[in-house]
């Protein structure tokens, strides 16, 4: 041991080292009784409920091949390293380090959790194979109508306008597209740093509300917003706040029927369990996201309701996931307006809540912290 570090830790064991780690590890000892544990450290007997020494080792580690690479490294193998999953409610991805300490009959063991890696490394791919379906359908469609418009429909003029026009419009589609996943990339990218404006939460709405009344009106929907006066301003940057406005009252136009109006509320809220306070007893209501701030000074709320057919209990959990589009109810947006909602609120520490009713429309509630 180096002299300064001998000087600064004398006090300290192997034993006491061990304790210490966030790893669970295991000294295994080999005896004509069979395996056993020498040592467990707190982290491995608290995974794998075991306790500090004398249980067997096929009681702790009931991997087959976890055990078959210990018996390899007992029988002369210097190393193995196996990876395994643990099989439970939460399943759990584990690396195992197998070494020998150089002793005859006696070997270290060390476990590695690697379930957010590997399901960080799940949803990369996901996120890549839906990303490239969603982008390859228009592109598809654009191959098909300009193969098209270079053979026989180059001399009849509707179809070249009609082709021209879907053309457009998939290229607007995937326009769209490349923009949202830049934004996500953008939000996520800065989800761990809280803003550090102050926006009017009343005024965004407002302005999302008048840019967006063209469009609405054109599907025969109107707006009504409901605002107290004097309601608090919230902490926040104010374009991720619009864009968190738009998506949540865009969806409410699509999804309300011709003559519909969609309901904007705003209202200050004390706590978060009275800013998700359900509002339709018809409705099935769910969080979606909870806040990580156990004692703001209250809650701004923004509720978008809309009368459309409503959203069945079994797609309400998956609704902010990336891509995802409950079945039957696809209405040419990108999927991924959700997904961005649920960052923007996350990196602003605010909340989602979600009501539906099949038959009579769907409430999403955001409600975020008070500035100060």
Do not use: C
Request: aromatic share 4%; no cysteine; charged share 25%.
């Amino acid at each position: 041991m180096p002299e300064a570090l001998s000087t600064a830790v004398p006090a300290l064991e192997a034993e006491q080292i061990l304790a210490l780690m966030p790893d669970p590890v295991l000294v295994v000892r080999e005896d004509d009784g069979g395996q056993e544990i020498a040592y467990a450290n707190l982290a491995a007997r608290e995974v794998l409920r075991v306790p500090a020494s004398g249980a067997p080792v096929s009681a702790a580690l009931r991997q087959p091949v976890v055990l078959e690479a210990v018996d390899e490294v007992l029988a002369g193998a210097p190393a193995r390293e196996v990876a395994f999953e643990s099989i439970g409610v939460q399943p759990r991805f584990w690396r195992a380090f197998i070494r020998s300490l150089g002793r005859p009959g006696e070997l270290l063991v060390v476990l590695r959790d690697e379930t957010d890696a590997r399901r960080t490394e799940r949803m990369r791919a996901d996120f890549l194979a839906n990303a490239s379906h969603e982008l390859r359908t228009p592109l598809a469609s654009l191959a098909g109508f300009v193969e098209t418009l270079r053979t026989h429909a180059k001399d009849d003029p509707d179809a070249r306008d009609r082709f021209l026009g879907i053309m457009a419009e998939q290229a607007g589609r995937m326009s769209r597209l490349i923009g949202d996943l830049l934004s996500l990339s953008r939000i996520e990218l800065n989800e761990h740093v809280p803003p550090g404006g102050v926006v009017d939460l009343a005024q965004v709405v407002s302005d999302v509300v008048d840019a967006s009344r063209p469009l609405v009106a054109e599907r025969g929907v109107s707006v009504e917003v409901s605002a107290p006066a004097g309601l608090p301003t919230v902490a926040g940057d104010r374009d991720q706040l619009v864009q968190v406005a738009q998506n949540l009252i865009d969806n409410a136009a699509k999804y309300s029927p011709p003559g519909q109006a969609v309901r904007i509320t705003l209202q200050a809220a004390p706590t978060a369990d009275a800013a998700r306070e359900p509002t339709r007893p018809d409705a099935v209501g769910l969080s979606l996201l909870s806040p990580d701030l156990s004692d703001p000074a209250g809650y701004v709320v923004m509720r978008v309701e809309d009368r459309g057919r409503g959203i069945a209990r079994q797609h309400l959990p998956r609704l902010s996931e990336r891509f995802y589009r409950v079945e039957g109810q696809k209405s040419g947006g990108t999927g991924l307006g959700l997904a961005i909602v649920k960052h923007v609120v996350n990196r602003h520490r605010g909340g989602i809540f979600v009501e539906s009713a099949e038959g009579s429309g769907a409430a999403f509630t955001v409600y975020l912290p008070v500035a100060g």
